[in-house]
């Protein structure tokens, strides 16, 4: 059955994602063949969903929960948002999905969070898996200080450095084990500018392909 494209646009913190996404609206401004949206959220429920993950707690959750959350997130953003879309021929770009779930959740070497993560997101995602993956690639120091500078910080910009080191590193395990997923990775050191433009290229040259 001939689908959409679904391109999903990540990064690490501070690399530029939202600006570079803003950006592709202006781009593909009045097509009603594009879609924008984000994870988690997308939906009313999941956004409620979303607000309840970014939460500032006292006694964080378990990560486990944290992974269903998302994926239960997932779920509804996929079943009412991008499979539809897809099935309408439409380009998806979505802002963070699974590897962001991966990289935020699942710490190297915990064997019993991979299985789940891997488990429950194969479930969740089915066929409807991104087309492709733009990384917005920053060294971890200048991601830490760029999140630290922003004054918008979440629960996940407090980390450590080497929190975003390990981050970085989870990235790229996440790509390695996605064999089948094609990955573009722009340097997000360069000016916002530039970053914007090379992601708008990357965007425009897969829906040639």
Do not use: W
Not at 75 to 82: G, N
């Amino acid at each position: 059955m001939k689908r959409g494209i679904f391109i999903v646009i990540d990064g690490l913190d501070g690399a530029g994602k939202t600006t570079a996404i803003e950006h592709l609206k202006k781009v593909f401004a009045g097509r009603d063949d594009v879609v924008f949206t984000r994870e988690p959220g997308g939906t009313p429920e999941a956004e409620e969903l979303r607000e309840f993950f970014l939460r500032t707690r006292e006694q964080p959750l378990e990560k486990a929960t944290e992974i269903l959350l998302v994926e239960a997130a997932r779920a509804e953003h996929l079943a009412k948002v991008i499979v539809p879309a897809l099935l309408d021929e439409k380009l998806v770009i979505c802002d963070r999905f699974d590897v962001s779930t991966y990289v935020y959740n699942v710490p190297k070497d915990d064997t019993s969070l991979e299985s789940l993560f891997r488990e429950t997101n194969r479930r969740v995602v089915g066929s409807s898996a991104p087309d492709c993956y733009i990384f917005l690639n920053l060294p971890p120091h200048v991601s830490l200080e760029r999140s630290r500078g922003r004054g918008d910080e979440t629960r996940f910009d407090e980390a450590s450095l080497e929190a975003y080191f390990e981050r970085r590193t989870r990235y790229m395990d996440f790509f390695n084990f996605a064999f089948n997923s094609n990955v573009k990775i722009v340097d997000a050191e360069q000016s916002i500018a530039a970053v914007c433009a090379e992601v708008e290229l990357c965007v425009l040259n897969f829906c040639r392909e």
